[in-house]
């Protein structure tokens, strides 16, 4: 792919859009940057453009003549009718993850899934470090791809987390471990319909080659019929039943390939879904070279993921977790199975498209009330309408407040929404940083 020289528009300018820039403009491109937004409003892009040397220009039919090729943000959806005019003349429009594919050195492992893939990336990561094995993390938490570049070594692991929006645009782009944790609904606001999120995440297999590996959920139909899709070997993890090649639970143990090594007990986060996500990494890093019992002692001491199941303290008896990474139903269902109740569940935010009423059987056996917040309310409000107790608060501070009132001693406060947060937040980091706050105010 030649770069240098070339015109190249950058659609959507949050993180991965400023990565891309910066890559971009090193390799000798022009680059022309767009978004919805004034530039006023996008933190950060002013500076990125300064820097660079870059263009802005609103998004508009104008900002793309004379264009090469484009790349588009993982948020911003491929399917808008303006990208679709782009491509009628032939122009070559990609994503954020596959313009670094060109660039990135080292081998890769691809983590994807519903719920999950953010502890199962950072553990996997963190599992390769603690072995001595060389290795950075990003993709969809920490760096963007398109900023991995520069710190790549060729004989260094590349584990990124890869979400929905950023595999459905790749084409070359290949993963040397793709990781697929589960698939449940998530999303549909934007893909609209299962399939097509579960085609999504597929692609991660569909450039895999021979000498490649798939990682799949051996519980997961979905991941199950991923295997069809690569040319690589197939390793299996499962909770249920002894699956080989692979890593599953027996008897509280974990076992890899027949081998125990390691006791459930012994994993440092709360849920059985973490112990599915510690077989998926545990099965991803042996591949990539680590030994069994330093894959143990690694876990033994990882220390956890911001915003997933995270204690945050105990007031007048009462427990408060943050779980803000939990942006989908299942998640949230999760979050619940983990935690002992009696609970106040913080719910809301900005819908996806999703079917609350799943989540009634494990709020009425567990849950004392439902604080619903931010613009899902009166949809969430339908679904659970009669299941358990519900306020509406608006806002998390009011949620907090209420529940701080309200809850007793052996009580716990979660917040799990069950959607995302661009209602009244920048993100599901901001959220969960915010929630933290007020609960350390108390």
């Not at 900002?63 to 808008?80: K, L």
Request: glycine fraction near 10%; include cysteine; charged fraction near 20%.
């Amino acid at each position: 792919m030649k770069v240098s020289g070339a015109k190249v528009v950058v659609v959507g300018l949050a993180r991965s859009g400023l990565a891309s820039i910066r890559l971009l403009v090193k390799e000798g491109a022009s680059v022309v940057a767009t978004d919805t937004k004034p530039l006023a409003e996008l933190p950060g892009a002013a500076e990125t453009i300064k820097e660079t040397g870059a263009k802005f220009a609103s998004q508009s039919a104008e900002a793309f003549e004379s264009a090469d090729w484009v790349v588009i943000s993982p948020g911003v959806p491929a399917d808008i009718p303006l990208l679709e005019d782009v491509r009628r003349p032939g122009i070559a429009v990609m994503g954020e993850v596959e313009l670094a594919s060109y660039f990135l050195q080292g081998k890769t492992i691809g983590i994807t899934g519903s719920n999950g893939k953010t502890t199962t990336t950072a553990l996997t990561g963190h599992i390769l470090r603690e072995c001595g094995i060389p290795v950075q993390v990003g993709g969809n938490i920490g760096a963007p791809v398109a900023g991995m570049v520069a710190t790549s070594k060729p004989d260094q692991w590349n584990v990124l987390e890869l979400s929905s929006f950023q595999l459905e645009t790749i084409e070359r782009f290949r993963a040397d471990i793709g990781v697929t944790v589960n698939v449940t609904p998530d999303h549909l606001d934007r893909h609209h319909t299962f399939e097509n999120y579960a085609a999504a995440k597929g692609k991660l297999y569909e450039t895999q080659q021979p000498g490649d590996s798939a990682v799949l959920n051996a519980d997961d139909a979905t991941c199950v019929g991923y295997a069809a899709l690569s040319r690589g070997k197939t390793c299996w993890f499962s909770l249920k039943r002894r699956v080989e090649p692979g890593f599953w639970l027996e008897n509280g143990r974990l076992f890899a390939n027949g081998e125990p090594f390691l006791d459930a007990a012994d994993i440092p986060m709360r849920g059985i879904h973490n112990v599915e996500n510690t077989l998926a990494a545990s099965s991803a890093a042996w591949i990539a070279g680590a030994r069994l019992p330093d894959i143990a002692a690694a876990v033994r001491v990882f220390p956890g993921v911001e915003h997933r199941l995270e204690f945050v303290r105990t007031w007048h008896g009462v427990n408060f977790y943050n779980d803000s990474k939990a942006t989908n139903v299942d998640a949230t269902a999760k979050a619940i199975d983990a935690l002992p109740g009696p609970l106040w569940v913080i719910l809301g935010g900005k819908d996806k498209g999703s079917d609350y009423r799943t989540l009634g059987p494990a709020l009425a056996a567990k849950a004392k009330a439902i604080l619903l917040v931010g613009a899902a309310t009166p949809i969430i409000a339908d679904h659970l309408n009669g299941v358990v107790k519900m306020v509406d608060c608006g806002t998390i501070d009011a949620a907090i407040k209420l529940a701080a009132a309200e809850a007793k001693e052996g009580d716990t406060v979660l917040l799990a929404p069950a959607c995302a947060s661009f209602d009244q937040f920048t993100g599901y980091e901001q959220r969960g940083q915010v929630f933290k706050q007020l609960v350390r105010a108390l």
